[in-house]
């Protein structure tokens, strides 16, 4: 993702904190790195498990070899994030050309998702704003105190599974296991943030009716929305 930063002088959401660099900050990694640090907002992207065609996968495959080759041992945090840095940018430009079975392109499939995230919206998770794309989803999201990103993903992810498995006769997962997510920095970076996700559908060149984005009413109250 391309961020430009031109002058900027806005407030920020209700709800929303960016990184905070006086407090402690978790780092774990899979695949992927990911930072986590109490009360911050997270941009989040997570697709289908078909959604990246062989030979993109190969190319993160090789990415990940030449990680491994260049930084053996224990990775500093600025390695972790150059190497997440290009495979999000490999990543997010396929995901656009709407590889793979794209259960979402239906409008039932994709409204199941967009309702999973706004119901945990109201008890783990604040999820400001979404947008599901045929294959893939993006959303800004805040864990509520006791809850952690990880977790409620989890747990969005299996409900929407089992639904479409329940509509296409079908069984076992569809979703790739690990997410995409950074902390948002500021309010500068979440302005990108927010008119990348609601701008996702014109990259991807999805009519209306195969795409569903929302904000939240209190941001949109603010002055906050994608256009």
Not at 74 to 96: F, G, H, N, P
Not at 133 to 155: C, D, R, S, W, Y
Request: charged content about 25%.
């Amino acid at each position: 993702m391309t961020l430009i930063f031109d002058n900027f002088n806005r407030q920020p959401p209700p709800g929303f904190r960016g990184f905070n660099p006086d407090m402690p900050v978790r780092f774990y990694s899979r695949h992927l790195p990911h930072w986590r640090q109490d009360g911050a907002s997270y941009f989040v992207t997570f697709r289908l498990n078909d959604a990246l065609p062989p030979e993109i996968l190969n190319e993160l495959k090789s990415l990940r070899e030449q990680f491994d080759r260049e930084c053996p041992g224990q990775r500093t945090e600025k390695q972790w994030e150059e190497y997440a840095r290009k495979v999000t940018q490999v990543a997010e430009v396929s995901l656009d050309s709407g590889y793979g079975a794209c259960h979402f392109a239906g409008s039932e499939n994709a409204k199941t998702l967009a309702e999973a995230l706004r119901h945990y919206h109201t008890t783990q998770c604040e999820v400001a704003c979404l947008a599901v794309m045929a294959n893939h989803a993006h959303a800004v999201m805040k864990p509520i105190e006791g809850f952690q990103l990880e977790e409620t993903l989890k747990l969005i992810k299996g409900f929407t599974a089992r639904e479409i498995n329940k509509r296409r006769d079908g069984s076992g997962s569809i979703w790739e296991q690990e997410s995409y997510d950074r902390i948002i920095r500021d309010t500068r970076h979440l302005d990108n943030v927010v008119r990348y996700i609601g701008r996702n559908h014109l990259r991807a060149g999805l009519p209306s009716h195969e795409f569903d984005r929302w904000i939240c009413p209190e941001w949109k109250a603010s002055g906050w929305d994608f256009d």
